[in-house]
């Protein structure tokens, strides 16, 4: 075996000279030595200097242990005699080697495949997933800048979900909200021109869907609301807490589970003494009108308000006290309008002026009606009427004392109600059974629709060429006021006697009053004259006393041609003759 070993050497030194291999350091020579000193029979072959630096980068510089990983390299198929000489050459080493294994336990870990059991391994495989989200999601975010990113997550709030297709040149579209009047009201300062095509289809979206809201059968079940406004009401601006949501539920339970009735309500009692008034921004801000303001009045059922005047135009503004945004606005050529009113389901306007036809405008719809005025009548002005709570009819003030009822569906004729003398002014009970009316010559009538015929008659005390007429919503209330400027204010004695006696004659005003309007609980009575700059006045009902803190000498009314509460008195919107509608809360109200 000596031989043997010897023509090895002189073969492996043969080798290296042939390979012009250069010797080696004397720590490989070492490693070299350590490796082969257990099997001298074994005929590797030196290794190069590649094969040492990985070496030394993989197994760093624990020579002993480099040593003993070499040494088991290769020999696991050897024959059983060698592996004996490896047990025993294991065995003799083992307590030797116990320090190495643990120095080098850092070292190495043992792979034994995926086991995951209870919390670990639900939190690996969340982690495992989250790390292919990332990786996915850099994968197609590659080569996508910050901006259009930022814009794609603005795009996905905005319609609920990434668009199918977007149009790239509205990134540079430019569009001037002045240059057509119906783009104005888009804007959200008055001096705001140009925006960007992108911005001026989100604002498009958000006009669509004041005047359009979502139904709430169309919206997600998680996501549907209790509607507390009309077709027009706005969530986004609903002025209602949860806790008012809240106590309106519970008293609606209480209410079901008893047996009074709707007017048996609790109320909030007004105090007489004052009354607390805040000034918000103009509820025609949008868009003043250009001429005097002649009508004002809020919808029924949610909080948009609609203004004309002798401009010609018809604008209806979404009040919330702070924007009150522009939703419509319709352009009559041929007519100064004098009087507009919403319809009692809120679904049209109908507006009217001196001419022989008056003009019905489809809300939802979009489209304006022109009716050809009433058949069988030549009257030459339309200018002034009333439309009954119920919604079935109109009465129009006629000539020489009729006043005419017309079919609000129809718009035909129904029939004719004969005064003594003029009408002056006509007002309807809450419940739209009687109709009542005023004239020149200060005589106050009672008309029951049904028939026609006049039920009741009396003489307004000490009244002086009466000029308009009001019934509260209870009809507790009758105000009527005059030329003089006195307002007198009747009980429901009034409807039994010739010759009634006014619980109280109001003389605040010297000029003569063509405004009176009762707020929904029929604790105010607002009273305005047109003929002096700041005549308003609010009374408290039923002291019927005025409230001496406001309006004061500093508030900005100038010429008052009209006024309206919203439909919870909240709100108090006051027209003048400078084309603006201010607009007041009145505190005491928690709802508008």
Not at 213 to 241: H, I, L, T
Not at 478 to 506: E, H, M, Q, W
Request: aromatic letters at 8%; proline letters at 3%; glycine letters at 8%.
């Amino acid at each position: 075996m000596a031989p043997k070993k010897k023509n090895q050497k002189t073969s492996l030194a043969a080798m290296q000279a042939k390979a012009n291999v250069q010797p080696v350091t004397d720590l490989t020579e070492k490693r070299v030595a350590q490796s082969k000193k257990p099997y001298e029979n074994d005929d590797l072959k030196p290794k190069e200097q590649s094969e040492i630096e990985l070496e030394n980068l993989i197994f760093g510089d624990n020579e002993d242990l480099i040593g003993e990983a070499l040494s088991r390299v290769g020999h696991e198929m050897s024959s059983d005699e060698e592996g004996d000489e490896l047990d025993e050459f294991d065995y003799e080493g083992d307590e030797d080697r116990e320090g190495e294994e643990e120095g080098g336990a850092d070292m190495f870990f043992m792979d034994t495949g995926p086991i995951e059991t209870g919390a670990v391994g639900k939190a690996s495989r969340k982690q495992i997933n989250e790390d292919d989200d990332d990786e996915e999601e850099g994968f197609h975010r590659a080569g996508v800048s910050s901006d259009e990113e930022s814009e794609d997550m603005k795009l996905t709030e905005i319609y609920g979900g990434r668009p199918a297709w977007v149009d790239e040149d509205d990134k540079t579209l430019v569009v001037s909200l002045k240059s057509a009047n119906r783009l104005k009201k888009l804007r959200k300062a008055e001096e705001e021109d140009t925006v960007t095509g992108v911005d001026y289809e989100q604002r498009l979206r958000r006009q669509f869907e004041k005047v359009y809201p979502v139904p709430n059968w169309a919206q997600p079940e998680g996501s549907r609301k209790r509607r507390r406004g009309g077709a027009f009401g706005d969530d986004s601006d609903s002025e209602y807490s949860d806790e008012e949501e809240q106590q309106d539920d519970n008293s609606t339970l209480s209410l079901l589970m008893s047996s009074k009735g709707f007017l048996e309500k609790k109320l909030r009692i007004l105090s007489s003494e004052s009354i607390s008034v805040t000034r918000v921004k103009n509820a025609n801000q949008m868009a003043y009108s250009k001429a005097v303001v002649q009508s004002v009045e809020f919808h029924p059922n949610s909080q948009m308000l609609l203004t004309a005047g002798f401009d010609r135009t018809l604008r209806l503004f979404q009040v919330d006290g702070k924007m009150n945004q522009l939703m419509q606005s319709v352009f009559y050529k041929d007519m100064p309008i004098y009087k507009a009113s919403f319809s009692a389901t809120g679904n049209s306007v109908i507006a009217s002026g001196r001419r022989k036809y008056f003009y019905v405008y489809d809300i939802e719809g979009g489209k304006v009606d022109k009716s050809q005025g009433v058949y069988g009548r030549q009257e030459k002005s339309l200018e002034k009427f009333s439309l009954s709570p119920c919604g079935r009819w109109i009465a129009f003030l006629g000539r020489d004392g009729y006043i005419i009822l017309v079919s609000s569906s129809t718009r035909q004729w129904v029939k004719n109600m004969k005064m003594n003398g003029n009408v002056r002014a006509v007002a309807w009970s809450s419940d739209s059974t009687y109709l009542y009316s005023v004239g020149g010559d200060a005589e106050v009538y009672q008309w029951e629709i049904s028939s026609g015929k006049c039920l009741h008659r009396f003489m307004d005390d000490g009244g002086f060429k009466p000029t308009c007429i009001a019934v509260s919503p209870n009809d507790q209330f009758f105000a009527i006021g005059s030329r003089s400027g006195i307002v007198n204010i009747y009980d429901r004695t009034c409807l039994k006697t010739r010759a009634p006696k006014a619980l109280r004659a109001i003389g605040n005003l010297t000029t003569a009053i063509h405004t009176m309007r009762f707020n929904h609980d029929s604790q105010i009575l607002a009273i305005a004259s047109k003929a002096r700059k700041d005549q308003l006045r609010l009374v408290h009902l039923p002291s019927l006393k005025v409230f001496p803190n406001w309006p004061t000498k500093g508030t900005p009314l100038s010429y008052v041609t009209c006024l309206t509460f919203s439909p919870r008195s909240g709100y108090l919107a006051i027209g003048n003759d400078k084309g603006k509608v201010l607009l007041y809360r009145l505190n005491h109200y928690s709802s508008a």
